[in-house]
C-alpha cells in the first residue's frame, strides 16, 4: 500500500487555524501528526529504516524524531532491530481490531438487509468452541427478537438455531454437547429429552433448514437455515410470532435459496 510522502499530503493534514471554505480548521494535535507519520515512513520498509531516513521522509525534525520513536518503541508500535525501527506487535493488534469491526460491520449489513426483505427478525449464529455463540441479530421494535429468556447457549436443544447448529455436528459432537448441557424441556412443545432429540436430528438431511414451533418460547416459530465453511458450523436464522407460522415456510424457502450469495458474503466473516 502507497503512502503519502509530506509533500504529497494535502494542507488540511497540518495544523490551521482556517480552511477554504471559510470554517475554522479542528484543532490537531502536532505531535500526534508527526508520530503517526513516522509510523508510515517505517511501514513502507519492510525490513526497517533508521532514524535519520524515518525523519525525513516524515518531514519531522531529527531531535524530535528520536523522542517520538522512542515513545513509539516503549509502547509497542514500533521495534528497534539492528539500529533499524520496524512496526511492532501494538500495530498488528490495531490491524485485527479493523478487521474483527470489518467483518463485524459485513454480517450486520447482511442481516439488515433480510430484515427489510423478510420482514422479520434474523439473527447469525455459530458453533464456536463446544458453545453455540449467537453473534448478531436485526430486528425492529416492531418486529422484535425473541426474548432470550434461558441462556441461548444451555439450550441449543430447544430452539431452531441451536438444533440446526447441532445438526452440523458429528454424533460424537452432539453427544459431547448434550453430556455439557442436558436437555431439558422449555415448553409443553419442547423436545422432551435426548434420546429424541438425537433421533431428530440424525434425521435432518445435511444442509437442510431446521423449524421449531414454540419449543424455546411460548407464541414463537423459528426457522434456521445452515451454512458451513470448512469445519464451522453456522446458521442464519428468522423468527415469527407463532400467529404467523405460516410465513415461515415462505421465508425459510427465501433463506436457503439464497444460501450460496448469503455464505459467499459471510465466508470472510465466519470466524469472526
Known amino acids: 500500500m502507497a503512502h503519502a510522502t509530506p509533500a504529497d499530503r494535502p494542507d488540511h493534514w497540518s495544523t490551521g487555524s482556517h480552511q477554504d471554505d471559510g470554517h475554522a480548521a479542528p484543532t490537531l494535535i502536532g505531535s500526534v501528526q508527526r508520530a503517526l507519520r513516522l509510523l508510515e515512513a517505517a511501514a513502507v520498509h519492510e525490513g526497517g529504516a533508521p532514524a535519520k531516513q524515518l525523519a525525513r521522509e516524515a518531514g519531522v525534525a531529527l531531535p524530535t524524531a528520536y523522542h517520538l520513536l522512542r515513545t513509539l518503541t516503549h509502547e509497542r508500535y514500533l521495534r528497534r532491530v539492528d539500529g533499524v525501527y520496524v512496526l511492532g506487535p501494538a500495530v498488528g493488534r490495531l490491524d485485527e481490531a479493523h478487521a474483527q469491526q470489518s467483518r463485524r460491520h459485513l454480517i450486520d449489513d447482511v442481516l439488515r438487509h433480510w430484515h427489510e426483505r423478510l420482514g422479520a427478525p434474523v439473527y447469525f449464529a455459530l458453533y464456536r468452541d463446544?458453545?453455540?455463540?449467537?453473534?448478531?441479530?436485526?430486528?425492529?421494535?416492531?418486529?422484535?427478537?425473541?426474548a432470550e429468556w434461558a441462556d441461548f447457549r444451555e439450550t441449543a436443544h430447544a430452539h431452531a438455531i441451536g438444533q440446526c447448529l447441532l445438526s452440523q455436528l458429528d454424533e460424537e459432537g452432539r453427544r459431547d454437547h448434550l453430556s455439557r448441557h442436558p436437555v431439558r424441556p422449555l415448553t409443553p412443545y419442547s423436545v422432551p429429552d435426548s434420546q429424541r432429540l438425537l433421533?431428530?436430528?440424525?434425521?435432518?438431511?445435511?444442509?437442510?433448514?431446521?423449524?421449531?414451533?414454540?419449543?424455546?418460547?411460548?407464541?414463537?416459530?423459528?426457522?434456521?437455515?445452515?451454512?458451513?465453511?470448512?469445519?464451522?458450523?453456522?446458521?442464519?436464522?428468522?423468527?415469527?410470532?407463532?400467529a404467523q407460522a405460516e410465513r415461515l415456510r415462505?421465508?425459510?424457502?427465501?433463506?436457503?435459496?439464497?444460501v450460496g450469495s448469503i455464505l459467499r458474503r459471510l465466508r470472510f466473516s465466519i470466524s469472526i
Open 130 to 146: 463446544g458453545e453455540v455463540d449467537l453473534v448478531a441479530t436485526a430486528d425492529t421494535p416492531g418486529n422484535p427478537a425473541v
Open 199 to 242: 433421533r431428530r436430528l440424525a434425521a435432518i438431511e445435511r444442509m437442510q433448514p431446521v423449524v421449531e414451533y414454540q419449543q424455546y418460547a411460548l407464541g414463537a416459530a423459528c426457522a434456521a437455515v445452515p451454512i458451513t465453511v470448512g469445519s464451522t458450523a453456522a446458521v442464519l436464522a428468522v423468527s415469527l410470532p407463532a
Open 250 to 258: 415462505v421465508t425459510t424457502q427465501l433463506l436457503h435459496q439464497d
